[in-house]
């Protein structure tokens, strides 16, 4: 079973449009994130979450709101989507109290055209 | 603002040789370091970590240095096999794995 899980692969979608991340995660991790990776291929924390708590929110815009149903889930939503907005966007998990290393989904590559 | 910088955004190495890929960070907060490789279409995975506590850490192939007056590690591996030729990422975080932030990446092939 794959430990950190998102979905969808792959996502184009039209300009103003609204879409969801979904990633899940079955490590019993106490933190998941978000991370952007962007042209120049840096990834960029953009939220993580602690116990249904956000803990990080580094400056993104607020059309990115990270909504987390329960502790191993944690969905990217976007809204009113632009063309900067294209790039891979992973999801990862880690337990922080002991000190491991974060889990990273396949990624989502996402195309705004 | 770049806090962790690879400088070398390719190498490429011969099958048996080694390889050095190197990370340099600005921030003297930074207490724990981590590497990670990644193949094409495919998330980071973890390869090797070094807490500021010490200054050198090895699993198998893979070597881990750090100098913190410098303010670098580098990742050795050796010997190099063709199946090491990824994209490996130095990543840092100033409280112990809360908060990564990345470098841009190496791209290493390994030639046959």
């Known amino acids: 079973d794959t430990a950190v899980s998102q979905t969808p692969k792959y996502l184009v979608t039209q300009m103003g449009n609204d879409k969801s991340i979904k990633c899940e995660q079955n490590?019993?991790?106490?933190?998941m994130y978000w991370y952007k990776q962007d042209s120049k291929k840096f990834l960029k924390i953009m939220f993580s979450?602690?116990?249904?708590?956000?803990?990080i929110n580094e400056t993104v815009p607020n059309r990115f709101s990270p909504k987390s149903p329960d502790k191993a889930h944690l969905n990217l939503h976007i809204n009113s989507l632009e063309l900067g907005d294209s790039a891979v966007y992973f999801c990862?998990?880690?337990?922080?109290?002991?000190?491991?290393?974060?889990?990273f989904g396949q990624g989502t590559r996402l195309t705004v055209v | 603002d770049q806090q962790v910088k690879q400088n070398s955004p390719s190498l490429s190495v011969q099958e048996g040789r080694i390889s050095i890929l190197n990370c340099d960070y600005t921030?003297?907060?930074?207490?724990?370091f981590l590497w990670y490789k990644k193949y094409p279409a495919e998330g980071p995975t973890f390869l090797i970590s070094?807490?500021?506590?010490?200054d050198k850490n090895e699993d198998g192939r893979f070597t881990v240095f750090l100098n913190k007056s410098a303010k670098h590690l580098s990742l050795h591996i050796v010997p190099s096999q063709p199946g090491d030729s990824a994209v490996y990422f130095c990543?840092?975080?100033?409280?112990?794995?809360?908060?990564?932030?990345f470098g841009p990446g190496t791209r290493l092939s390994v030639l046959p």
């Open positions: 990862a998990s880690s337990q922080v109290e002991r000190n491991t290393e974060a889990f």
């Open positions: 490590l019993g991790h106490d933190t």
């Open positions: 979450y602690n116990n249904k708590e956000l803990i």
């Open positions: 921030n003297s907060m930074f207490d724990y």
């Open positions: 070094i807490s500021s506590i010490k």
């Open positions: 990543a840092a975080s100033a409280d112990y794995g809360q908060n990564f932030v």
